[in-house]
């Protein structure tokens, strides 16, 4: 059986709703998350999602963050409580079950400027989820991390890493926050399948034919443990949606899984 999941900031659901529907009655993955929706819960729009079949689940604040999760399949909610780290009232952590598998999608604070108290709170942030995992989940089992996670891991994930070294985003503090919380059982699953440079989720919108020239960077992402990494069959970006008119910044990546009866 394939499970193929995505993940997609939006950067507003209300903005790009019929771009993303249309994707998704084209590609039809099981699971997608979305962060930056941007919306109150009370303005998302799940009736047209609904309509066209998907389930949807939600945690929004006007007009920044947000996180969602979409599915043709019931989805069953987690605990999304990252503890006192994060700010009240914040929108950027949702967990949720699809057939059978835990999904966790994240929006991971951007982080300002380095020295900053906003990049310090990004470091904890990212730090406590390693925590959150280990309160709420075992590494043993499958399961998935998804979403913007604000950092670019390596080097071949910016398209300068030279010049681009210490800046938010690709910092070597981020860089260590990052891989501690990797070293609790994740495996990044695009790199399994995809290990050259040069493939990006996110062009700024500032850099002149940033898309054309490929000045990007990899900082979305899809984890999972090894239970469910050993399953992955292929992982890739689809840049179609981020040449449209009026897009996202970021663009699509995607994971597909072959799972048995017994891993589920």
């Not at 979409?70 to 987690?78: A, C, E, K, Q, V």
């Not at 006192?84 to 967990?95: H, Y």
């Not at 996670?149 to 300068?160: L, Q």
């Not at 449209?244 to 990546?253: A, F, M, Q, Y």
Request: some cysteine; glycine content about 6%; proline content about 7%.
């Amino acid at each position: 059986m394939k499970f193929t999941v995505a993940s997609f900031n939006v950067n507003s659901i209300r903005s790009r709703k019929e771009l993303l529907l249309e994707w998704l009655l084209t590609n039809c993955p099981d699971v997608i998350c979305l962060q930056e929706t941007k919306v109150r819960d009370i303005d998302f729009p799940e009736d047209f999602f609904k309509e066209k079949g998907f389930h949807a689940i939600y945690k929004g604040q006007k007009s920044y963050n947000g996180v969602a999760i979409l599915s043709p399949h019931p989805i069953t909610p987690l605990n999304s409580d990252l503890g006192d780290v994060a700010e009240p009232g914040e929108a950027r952590l949702l967990a949720a079950s699809v057939k059978g598998i835990p999904i966790i999608n994240t929006y991971i604070p951007q982080g300002q400027a380095v020295n900053s108290p906003k990049f310090s709170y990004k470091l904890s942030w990212i730090k406590s989820m390693r925590d959150y995992f280990n309160t709420n989940y075992l590494s043993t089992l499958p399961l998935l991390w998804m979403g913007d996670f604000n950092v670019a891991p390596e080097p071949k994930d910016v398209h300068d890493p030279k010049r681009l070294y210490g800046k938010v985003g690709f910092h070597p503090e981020e860089h260590l926050a990052l891989q501690y919380v990797k070293e609790w059982g994740f495996q990044d699953v695009f790199r399994m399948h995809e290990p050259e440079a040069g493939h990006f989720t996110f062009w700024d919108y500032r850099i002149p034919k940033g898309v054309e020239r490929n000045l990007g960077w990899r900082i979305d992402h899809i984890w999972a443990t090894e239970s469910l990494a050993k399953r992955s069959t292929r992982a890739w970006i689809d840049m179609e949606p981020r040449r449209r008119e009026k897009p996202s910044d970021h663009t699509l990546i995607l994971a597909e899984f072959e799972l048995s009866g017994e891993s589920i």
